[in-house]
């Protein structure tokens, strides 16, 4: 797991993306939570909290557009799509590297 932006903590409401075609769910603030990301979710990541990814390392899609946004984001979870859900509350902490689930 890699945290990209280590100067951040921020709350927001995640958004399950399971296709790049569901990408219109996002609302500015949200936590974009995904498998992985492709240049399709790029209209999402825009407006994104911050990013979560199943896959991933510094080299991937959602690092490298993480770093261009200044968007805080975990990657390489393995587990975030399974243990996250739809409009939890949570609290990505890049700085240590964890998500922490406020409200359910």
Same mark, same amino acid.
């Given at each position: 797991m890699v945290a990209c932006r280590s100067d951040k903590k921020i709350k927001g409401?995640?958004?399950?993306? #399971?296709? +790049?075609?569901?990408?219109?769910?996002?609302? $500015?603030g949200d936590i974009l939570v995904?498998?992985?990301t492709t240049p399709d979710y790029v209209i999402g990541?825009?407006?994104?909290g911050a990013i979560i990814t199943n896959q991933g390392g510094l080299t991937s899609h959602a690092a490298i557009i993480s770093? #261009?946004? +200044?968007?805080?984001?975990?990657?390489?979870? $393995?587990i975030?799509?399974?243990?996250?859900?739809?409009?939890?509350?949570?609290?990505?902490?890049?700085?240590?590297?964890?998500?922490?689930?406020?409200?359910?």
């Open positions: 409401i995640v958004k399950i993306v #399971e296709e +790049s075609k569901h990408i219109s769910k996002m609302n $500015k995904a498998n992985e990541m825009k407006i994104a770093r #261009e946004l +200044s968007i805080p984001c975990i990657i390489g979870t $393995k975030a799509t399974k243990v996250l859900k739809d409009r939890q509350l949570v609290e990505v902490d890049t700085n240590k590297g964890i998500v922490r689930i406020l409200k359910k």
